[in-house]
């Protein structure tokens, strides 16, 4: 198998504070990880790309200060959203693979069930 | 660089009755082309890929789709839908001119099933 699970799966904050969401792949080893972002109706998009051990390679327009992601072990992930505001309100989802990115062909991406965040 | 549009935001049908989801695809690349399903409260899951092998893909749960290149179309079918494929479906493609791992997503095809 290849089970992907994150915590939590909806998480309800202030505005000004920091929330800590985590993806971890219970039956495999990730070498590489992914963070999207899902608005209502609206289609997923890649926040950044995270190697365990190195800092993750952030998308165009997508603040690294402001989304903290930790890629410490094989196994886990953590996207932080620091000093949270109400337009950070979101479905968040991690994703991630078995092996090392390659260019070709495609390594198959395996999905968590998203962390709903609601900032008030 | 590489975009989907799909045609649909919501489909309903009729259990037994065939599901035609649309897709269009904008590459400057030859594309890798992939459908996901997203049940609710469950992870994302690859319901078929394409890439550059046979133009016609059989996937998971009897699901399928044609790549035709001349256009640009990538549909999902089924032959007969069941209850439990109810739920929203994305049509990707990778980027290739950024690597073959970024994802780039659709906004969605919402399937409804009608008893």
């Known amino acids: 198998g290849a089970v992907v699970s994150q915590h939590p799966s909806r998480v309800i904050c202030k505005s000004g504070t920091s929330v800590k969401i985590e993806c971890r792949s219970l039956d495999f080893q990730a070498t590489t990880m992914f963070w999207y972002r899902q608005f209502p109706k609206q289609s997923l998009m890649l926040m950044a790309t995270s190697n365990e051990g190195s800092k993750a390679t952030y998308e165009q327009g997508v603040e690294k200060d402001k989304f903290l992601i930790n890629h410490a072990s094989l196994t886990l992930s953590t996207l932080t959203v620091t000093s949270a505001h109400p337009e950070d309100s979101s479905f968040y989802i991690c994703s991630a693979t078995k092996g090392a990115i390659k260019q070709s062909p495609y390594n198959e991406q395996f999905f968590g069930p998203g962390t709903r965040l609601t900032v008030l | 660089a590489q975009s989907v549009t799909q045609l649909d935001s919501h489909v309903s049908v009729s259990e037994g009755t065939p599901v035609l989801l649309r897709c269009n695809y904008s590459s400057s690349y030859s594309p890798s082309l992939f459908w996901y399903v997203q049940h609710p409260n469950k992870g994302l899951q690859l319901l078929l890929k394409?890439?550059?092998?046979?133009?016609l893909v059989k996937g998971i749960n009897g699901f399928e789709a044609e790549f035709k290149k001349s256009e640009t179309s990538f549909h999902l079918t089924k032959p007969s839908a069941h209850m439990s494929d109810a739920a929203e479906y994305f049509c990707v493609v990778s980027d290739s001119s950024r690597g073959a791992q970024k994802l780039v997503f659709g906004q969605g095809t919402r399937l409804t099933i009608n008893p």
């Open positions: 394409y890439t550059s092998a046979a133009t």
